[in-house]
């Protein structure tokens, strides 16, 4: 389990590992109202004290029954040194 409490921005350093998009199906008209939620699907401990975080990003275009995008990106924490 990754226990990282509350960390100043200014103590870690983030690194984009991947980045991959699972349905993006509807263009956003212009003027729409949108929502997106992010969602930590999987948080764990890498080589050298980092942790690879896991999210699920969701964009919703209101009043449409589907999303408009879903996608899961990973990215790399490590404390700066």
Same mark, same amino acid.
């Given at each position: 389990?990754?226990?990282? !409490?509350?960390l100043?921005?200014?103590?870690?350093? @983030?690194?984009?590992?991947?980045?991959?998009?699972?349905?993006?199906?509807?263009?956003?008209?212009? !003027?729409? =109202?949108i929502? !997106? =939620?992010?969602?930590?699907?999987?948080?764990?401990? $890498?080589?050298?004290? !980092? @942790?690879? $975080?896991?999210?699920?990003?969701?964009?919703?275009?209101?009043?449409?029954? =589907?999303?408009?995008?879903?996608?899961?990106?990973?990215?790399?924490?490590?404390?700066?040194?």
């Open positions: 389990m990754v226990s990282c !409490g509350r100043h921005p200014a103590m870690i350093a @983030i690194r984009l590992a991947s980045s991959r998009l699972s349905a993006c199906t509807k263009p956003v008209q212009v !003027g729409a =109202r929502r !997106g =939620r992010q969602k930590l699907l999987a948080a764990d401990d $890498m080589p050298n004290g !980092g @942790i690879r $975080m896991t999210y699920q990003w969701t964009v919703e275009i209101e009043g449409q029954e =589907r999303p408009a995008c879903v996608a899961e990106t990973m990215s790399i924490a490590y404390a700066k040194t």
